[in-house]
C-alpha cells in the first residue's frame, strides 16, 4: 500500500507560481497513474490532472490547461504539479491521489489512495 503526503501550498499573490510535491512511501509510485485534484470550501473535489504511469500521458482540467503541469520523478518516487498564473479562483486544497491503472480517470471516488492535501491561496 502507499502513503503521499503533499507540501509545497501556502499563499501567493495573483499571476505568482507554486510547486506542489507528492512524496510516496510503502511501494515505489511508478506503478500508480497519479492525479491532482482540489477542494475549495464548499465545493465538491474536482479533478486539475493526471498522469498515466505507463506512459506518461497527461491530462488537464480545463480552467487549468495552460497554466499548471503535472510531471513525476520515479528517482524521487515524487510527483509534482506546476502551477504558473494563479489565480483566486485556484485557491482550494489540492491533493494528490493514486490508483493502479492506465485508465484516464476523472472522478475522485476511482482513485484509491489521498494524501491529507496542502492548502494553496491565491490573493487577488
Known amino acids: 500500500q502507499v502513503q503521499l503526503v503533499e507540501s509545497g501550498g501556502g499563499l501567493v499573490q495573483a499571476g505568482g507560481s507554486l510547486r506542489l510535491s507528492c512524496a510516496a512511501s510503502?511501494?515505489?509510485?511508478?506503478?500508480?497513474?497519479v492525479a491532482w485534484f482540489r477542494q475549495a470550501p464548499g465545493l465538491a473535489r474536482e479533478f486539475v490532472a493526471t498522469i498515466i504511469r505507463s506512459s506518461g500521458n497527461t491530462y488537464y482540467a480545463d480552467s487549468v490547461k495552460g497554466r499548471f503541469t503535472i510531471s513525476r520523478d520515479n528517482d524521487k518516487n515524487t510527483v509534482y504539479l506546476q502551477m504558473n498564473n494563479l489565480k483566486p479562483d485556484d485557491t482550494a486544497v489540492y491533493y494528490c491521489?493514486?490508483?493502479?491503472?492506465?485508465?484516464?480517470?476523472?472522478?475522485?471516488?476511482?482513485?484509491?489512495?489521498w494524501g491529507q492535501g496542502t492548502q494553496v491561496t491565491v490573493s487577488s
Open positions: 510503502g511501494r515505489t509510485l511508478s506503478i500508480y497513474t
Open positions: 491521489a493514486a490508483r493502479p491503472s492506465d485508465a484516464v480517470l476523472r472522478g475522485p471516488s476511482q482513485y484509491s489512495y
